[in-house]
């Protein structure tokens, strides 16, 4: 930027106070402007080159980025590409993050493979095609809980993750939900199984996270084990009645958050006049300590699968004898 006005000069900031306001050494400052180019715009002559209103707020980006563990070139990519100063001579950098609009910014997907990460740049994009493409490939290639597994759970932690550190990227967590359901919807379709469905599949009261769910009908469809599923947001007196009608075998409850990991819903269920041979309390949000006995806490997808088809066998079984 050059000289605009007195205002902006009296603003203006040496070295050492912009290193001040950030918390970062003056030798990261020299070494982002070198580097990134995130210097000094303000030249007054006989003066030594003075930080902005706009070069703090672009620097004050970097920082944010940096410290949370985007990389400095692409941190320094965002900073630069950040507006021109507001009337009051000031940048909002909480306008500023990384979402899929241009796409910029990533997703951390941590140690999994290619095809996370290209599913990753796809929903930084907004690239719904390139994102039901991906899910699909992997899903006819490998399966339901190795796609869940190796793609789409370290995606939607990465989003997650990305969302808790930013605030941002709710646009590409929603984009994705629904080429991740859709996904599932159509694998669930296309391997419909035969026989009573015995696996009750419901999330808690006021639960809204349904992805976990939608990928153990999937699988259980796959293993061919029949199934019913609620979906989100099920009442507690809703449950118990499903149970009374349909005398499933398993009851599959999910909770991602502690908000909706009440146990009287597990209690009811365990109460119930057709109680199941076996009640599940699936997902993060449900605390080992205050579980009521007799309820089971499967570790992943695999060992949900799993039970849901052993206790089925049992029940069919059971009703030959
Ligand atoms: C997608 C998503 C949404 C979507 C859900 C869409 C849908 N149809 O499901 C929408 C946009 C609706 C949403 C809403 C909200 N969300 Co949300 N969401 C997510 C996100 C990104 C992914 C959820 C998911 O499917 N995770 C699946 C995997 C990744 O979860 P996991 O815990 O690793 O699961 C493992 C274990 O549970 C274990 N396991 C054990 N037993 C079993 C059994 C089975 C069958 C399976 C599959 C696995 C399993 O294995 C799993 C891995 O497979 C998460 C981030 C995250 N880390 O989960 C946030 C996240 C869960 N959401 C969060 C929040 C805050 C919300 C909202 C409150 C936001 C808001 N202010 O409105 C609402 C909640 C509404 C509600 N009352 O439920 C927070 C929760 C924080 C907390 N711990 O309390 C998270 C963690 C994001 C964050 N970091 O802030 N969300």
Request: hydrophobic content about 45%; overall charge positive; proline content about 7%.
């Amino acid at each position: 930027m050059t000289r605009r006005s007195g205002r902006v000069v009296d603003e203006a900031l040496s070295a050492g106070a912009v290193a001040r306001r950030l918390g970062v050494a003056v030798t990261t400052l020299r070494t982002w402007h070198q580097r990134y180019g995130l210097g000094p715009s303000e030249h007054v002559p006989g003066h030594h080159r003075r930080y902005t209103p706009t070069d703090l707020a672009r620097l004050e980006i970097m920082r944010r980025l940096t410290a949370e563990g985007v990389s400095p070139a692409e941190a320094a990519r965002w900073a630069r590409q950040a507006p021109d100063p507001t009337p009051n001579g000031t940048v909002a950098p909480t306008r500023i993050h990384p979402t899929g609009r241009d796409g910029g910014g990533t997703i951390p997907v941590g140690r999994a493979g290619p095809a996370a990460r290209g599913l990753a740049r796809a929903a930084m994009r907004l690239d719904a095609a390139a994102i039901s493409e991906t899910i699909g490939h992997a899903l006819a290639a490998s399966g339901v809980v190795a796609t869940w597994e190796g793609l789409l759970r370290p995606v939607l932690a990465g989003i997650g993750e990305r969302h808790a550190a930013t605030a941002g990227l709710i646009d590409v967590e929603h984009l994705v939900s629904r080429c991740v359901s859709e996904a599932l919807a159509a694998a669930s379709r296309a391997k419909v199984p035969t026989g009573p469905a015995r696996i009750l599949l419901s999330c808690a009261d006021e639960e809204q996270h349904t992805l976990p769910l939608e990928a153990l009908a999937a699988a259980l469809a796959e293993a061919g084990v029949s199934y019913r599923m609620l979906g989100a947001r099920v009442p507690v007196a809703a449950l118990v009645e499903a149970v009374n009608r349909t005398g499933p075998a398993a009851v599959v409850l999910w909770s991602h958050t502690r908000a909706t990991a009440d146990p009287v819903q597990l209690s009811a269920l365990l109460a119930a006049p057709r109680r199941p041979l076996l009640v599940l309390a699936a997902g993060p949000g449900w605390r080992a300590d205050t579980l009521p006995a007799g309820v089971v806490r499967p570790v992943d997808l695999a060992e949900a699968v799993s039970l849901s088809a052993a206790v089925r066998d049992s029940l069919d079984q059971s009703r030959r004898d």
